[in-house]
């Protein structure tokens, strides 16, 4: 007898004459027949691109867990396991593996590149589902699937047009992670964010001319929001060193009543828009202001004109504005932030 207990001697036999005996199936007729109550789990199919890890030992001991409970309560219990091809993560692995080779998936060709994939979805896939019975895990083998079976392919496309078919999903569009290696678009999931020190900047975008007496009221609402008279955003940008000149011939004042609204010297009126993405500008479609900070109310509804483009653009109200962030006044560009098209998107403003 061996001095400890070695699972490897005894787990591997219980299991095959477990899988020999058909423990892990279940007859559809256990339910349309006969009526049991069914249980079902659709195993979170893990991704080819590598063999398990101890996250997928703990994920899949609790459904094995849960599926043994219902068996022995006599429901028709089912495990259905699967892999799932992972898409441009698995097209990664398999080109770093190429790269080892000195060559790249264009040396290689379209169809050849395909087979090796599909041969490393082979091996790995393999891997993982036996993976998954040297843990015990009780599911119905019988059943095993891959994302990029021609069955479940058929079954996703079907769903997706019955789902279109009876308006409860619809097509549009929306901005993307646009990979310049992977020349294709990356599911949020797949692309990784990286935290960086930035800056606020202050742009000057001029007002339409029949803006005049609407900027006039709203620079002093934001004079007298700086002066404490009002507490609507008081200390929206004290810090900005965007500079500006208050009406004509008005001496310069400190804060905000000179960053956020004034006129250029040519008499022009002129709003400053607070943003981390100067470079972005050439894409505004318009500029935002919470509709409940009076300073601004007026300019709601007007035109302003985006600098070297030639272009107006319109001012919008929006909840999503805070009123404490640099002026009070963010520039709008539907096409490079989510907020910003989520933004567009309420008030009807197109992306760019």
């Not at 069955?151 to 769903?159: I, K, M, N, W």
């Not at 040519?266 to 993405?277: A, E, F, I, M, N």
Request: some cysteine; hydrophobic content about 40%; charged content about 25%.
């Amino acid at each position: 007898m061996d001095p400890r207990l070695n699972p490897n001697s005894i787990e591997p036999s219980l299991y095959a004459r477990w899988m020999e005996a058909g423990e892990f199936a279940v007859d559809p007729a256990a339910v349309l027949e006969e009526g049991r109550e069914p249980f079902v789990i659709v195993i979170p199919p893990p991704n080819v691109t590598a063999v398990l890890h101890m996250g997928h030992g703990l994920n899949n001991t609790v459904q094995d867990v849960l599926i043994r409970w219902r068996r022995m309560q006599g429901k028709a219990s089912l495990w259905a396991p699967g892999t799932d091809h992972a898409g441009i993560a698995t097209q990664n692995v398999v080109e770093r593996l190429i790269a080892e080779e000195g060559k790249t998936r264009d040396d290689l060709g379209r169809e050849a590149f395909v087979e090796r994939t599909w041969e490393f979805v082979r091996e790995t896939g393999g891997a993982i589902l036996d993976q998954l019975k040297a843990i015990g895990c009780t599911c119905d083998w019988d059943r095993t699937r891959f994302t990029l079976d021609p069955g479940l392919s058929r079954a996703v496309r079907e769903v997706f047009v019955r789902l279109y078919e009876k308006d409860l999903i619809y097509r549009g569009e929306y901005i993307i992670n646009w990979c310049p290696r992977c020349l294709t678009a990356l599911s949020n999931e797949e692309a990784e964010g990286d935290e960086v020190e930035g800056r606020l900047y202050h742009l000057r975008y001029p007002l339409a001319a029949d803006m005049a007496a609407a900027a006039a009221s709203a620079f002093e609402a934001v004079k007298a929001a700086a002066e404490g008279d009002s507490g609507d955003g008081a200390d929206a940008a004290e810090d900005s060193d965007a500079g500006g000149s208050g009406p004509a011939g008005d001496a310069k004042e400190p804060g905000i009543a000179h960053d956020a609204i004034g006129q250029l010297p040519d008499g022009r009126w002129y709003l400053t828009v607070s943003t981390t993405r100067p470079e972005t500008m050439l894409g505004d479609t318009a500029v935002a202001v919470n509709p409940k900070d009076e300073r601004f109310k007026g300019l709601i509804g007007g035109e302003v004109d985006l600098p070297l483009t030639g272009r107006r653009i319109p001012i919008i109200a929006d909840d999503y504005v805070d009123r404490g962030f640099g002026t009070g006044m963010v520039k709008v560009t539907p096409a490079h932030d989510p907020n910003d098209f989520d933004m567009a998107q309420r008030s009807g403003v197109p992306p760019l």
